[in-house]
């Protein structure tokens, strides 16, 4: 929603356009109004009181869509369900760092992705997918969705635009297309999807259909720091906030973001279904985002050095890290133009002699954390074959380009040098 321009919400200094960093620490909390407490307090509570009847009036005429003459620009608060201070707050400072007009936060990750999907389609509508997805989208998309009538259809995330296209006709005979979602780069190949594509390829279908679907794009992996899908095509970006927004491993929650006209039905369901995040959870986040660039940005500087060792390791088949892509590529060349030098801290590696031998290593990890999971302060390992995409078929892992010795860490903010220590000796395992 487009904030009024009061002095807690300030975005510059003079004309100086303050850095995300910078506002972190203050943008949507005016101290003021909570006893000049430098940190917003929680506000345990369930409703809000209203200054008088036709208030309260009012804020649901607006909430219902039904503005009358004279009513405030926007609701106060009613009811945690619908808002709360520390969810304003947090959503303010998601919608500051993604560069959005609005922002949502929700109960986990799918909960903003279900709310999402479900907002934006109804009853004969087909999502279109790139596929491989994080695993809980895969199964709601294929298998709890048609429950009520919302059909798919995937092509691969590294597929050429000819092959993408066939999907797209093929599905708009199946009906109409109500989403384009995509995930990149994808979790846990690390390939890419190009979004210029998909921005182009949702005009496309918008001219032949009458309904443009918006590009949904799940920004887990590299953002908020190292890719913003909205200046690159995307219309609506989702969040699992579990990961490294809140980066702790210590929470679960979600978040979707884009301009106010397509947030609106995700807001209505939300509060319809009460996908919402409460308001501890919103506090802590809130407080992540204050270290999210300082983190990020040491784990993918560990992350670079892992990778560098990994790939001189004689045991080591294959490293699928951002920073390795063949010079060139497809996916170099949209790796470029989205991410720059941003590389991440999540990456697959192929433990040469199958999946007997990178359960020696894994087993055999001390300071590495064996466990699913991403985007935390610390190292976490897993071997993705038979855990997080264990529901995949073996047909379609090998089409995924899955190797049996597969494992998947997710570098945290250890000394990397450490690392490298512990990889080194549970190598020697093998
Ligand atoms: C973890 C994850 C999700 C789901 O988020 P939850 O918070 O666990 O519900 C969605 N997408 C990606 C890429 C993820 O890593």
């Not at 929700?106 to 279109?128: P, Y």
């Amino acid at each position: 929603m487009s904030k009024p321009d009061t002095p807690y919400r300030k975005r510059a200094l003079g004309d100086r356009a303050l850095s995300p960093e910078t506002l972190m620490m203050s943008y949507g909390f005016d101290a003021k109004m909570s006893e000049g407490s430098i940190k917003p307090p929680v506000f345990l509570t369930s409703t809000f009181a209203f200054a008088t009847a036709e208030e309260g009036a009012a804020y649901f005429r607006i909430m219902g869509g039904k503005k009358e003459a004279g009513d405030p620009e926007t609701a106060g608060l009613l009811y945690s369900r619908f808002n709360n201070p520390n969810m304003e707050v947090l959503e303010d400072r998601l919608a500051v760092f993604e560069g959005a007009e609005d922002a949502l936060v929700f109960s986990s990750g799918m909960g903003a992705i279900s709310t999402v999907l479900m907002g934006h389609s109804k009853a004969g509508d087909v999502i279109l997918q790139s596929t491989p997805l994080y695993g809980g989208t895969e199964t709601l998309i294929r298998s709890i969705l048609p429950q009520y009538g919302i059909s798919s259809a995937d092509f691969f995330a590294g597929a050429s635009e000819d092959e993408i296209r066939k999907v797209v006709d093929a599905a708009m005979k199946q009906g109409r297309i109500s989403v384009l979602y995509c995930e990149t780069p994808t979790n846990p190949t690390n390939e890419m999807v190009d979004l210029q594509l998909m921005a182009k390829l949702a005009d496309e279908i918008g001219e032949r259909q009458g309904h443009r679907p918006p590009v949904v794009v799940d920004n887990t992996i590299l953002g908020p720091i190292g890719h913003k899908p909205l200046e690159l095509g995307g219309d609506i970006v989702v969040y699992s906030l579990t990961k490294y927004i809140g980066g702790h491993s210590d929470l679960i929650g979600g978040a979707a973001l884009g301009a106010s006209d397509l947030m609106l039905p995700v807001r209505k369901l939300r509060s319809g279904i009460g996908t919402n995040l409460d308001p501890h959870t919103c506090w802590m986040l809130a407080r992540s985002l204050e270290t999210v660039t300082l983190r990020m940005r040491a784990a993918f500087e560990g992350a670079r050095k892992v990778a560098e060792y990994l790939r001189d390791h004689p045991k080591v088949k294959r490293v699928r890290y951002l920073g390795f892509l063949e010079d060139g590529s497809r996916d170099y060349e949209v790796h470029k133009r989205q991410s720059g030098d941003m590389h991440g801290s999540t990456f697959a590696f192929d433990v040469e002699g199958g999946q007997a031998a990178s359960f020696r290593m894994l087993n055999a990890l001390k300071v590495a954390k064996l466990a699913v999971s991403l985007g935390g302060t610390e190292t976490l390992i897993c071997h993705p074959g038979s855990t997080t995409h264990a529901a995949v078929a073996p047909d379609l892992q090998e089409r995924l380009g899955f190797d049996p010795g597969m494992v998947r860490v997710s570098i945290g903010v250890e000394n990397p040098d450490d690392l490298i220590a512990d990889f080194e000796q549970a190598l020697a395992e093998v």
